[in-house]
């Protein structure tokens, strides 16, 4: 059975900067897309990052590009998101998702994903 646990959010100051872990248990391990989400209040989950487990292949939302950095460490079966100059619009709850994936295709939308996290709640103060 696949199980992902993020950790890793908190409450910051804009500028600051903030690292995400998911863990995964359960599952093959080469053939995923793992990716990064977030979700506020009455607004679907958004897109943030996605990493193709096998490959490295990456890509990012707009909105996080050049200040957000995916990656994944495969001996340990985790999964990061490191966040840096944060912004008030950055707060959110945050989910690691998996899809099983034969292609290095990075779905942007959530109902692409197969299992989710928990979630942890990132809060960036202006």
């Known amino acids: 059975q696949v199980r992902l646990v993020a950790s890793g959010g908190g409450l910051v100051r804009t500028g600051d900067s903030l690292s995400l872990s998911c863990a995964v248990s359960?599952?093959?391990?080469?053939?995923?897309?793992m990716g990064w989400f977030r979700q506020t209040p009455g607004k679907e989950r958004e897109f943030v990052a996605g990493?193709?487990?096998?490959?490295?292949?990456?890509d990012y939302s707009d909105a996080v590009k050049g200040r957000f950095t995916i990656s994944s460490d495969s001996t340990k079966n985790m999964m990061f998101l490191q966040m840096n100059t944060l912004k008030p619009e950055d707060t959110a709850v945050y989910y690691c998702?998996?899809?099983?994936?034969?292609?290095?295709?990075?779905?942007?939308?959530?109902?692409?994903?197969?299992?989710w996290g928990q979630g942890t709640q990132v809060t960036v103060s202006s």
């Open positions: 359960g599952g093959p391990f080469s053939t995923r897309i």
């Open positions: 990493v193709a487990w096998n490959g490295g292949r990456t």
């Open positions: 998702a998996l899809r099983w994936s034969l292609t290095e295709t990075i779905p942007k939308l959530a109902n692409e994903y197969d299992f």
